[in-house]
């Protein structure tokens, strides 16, 4: 077995889906609505990794504070990098608000940044 995907709600898919592409290497390949629903998805993946991104008209703003670890739920999005730190400087040179470099308890380097709905992602660099 392996995880084959994540769905996420964002309130605009089209700005979410093109950050995930321009930031971080995800590709489009396919959108998707149902009969009765008020909005659609965009498919997105990374290797064999997909992001299901669904806006919908009726979206309402989660509760919990995905910072903290204690409340039940998802907490982010980890991603496997060559170096953390090399991607860290590509994304702050474009202007994207990410923590700095962080040495790693499980891997050799993490720092988290958030997507355009506050999502947290983590980058990781495994240790060698």
Known sequence: MRVHHIAITARDSERSARFYKENLGFREIHRFTKPGWDGGAIVLVLGTFQLEI????????????????????????????GSVHRKYKELKGK?????????????????????TDGIPIELYEPRK
Do not use: E
Request: aromatic share 12%; hydrophobic share 35%.
């Open 95 to 115: 202007g994207i608000d990410i923590d700095a470099p962080v040495k790693g308890t499980t891997c050799a380097w993490f720092c988290f940044l958030r997507d």
């Open 54 to 81: 669904f806006q919908f008209k009726s979206s309402t703003k989660g509760k919990d504070d995905l910072s903290d670890f204690k409340v039940t739920g998802l907490k982010h999005i980890g991603i496997r990098v």
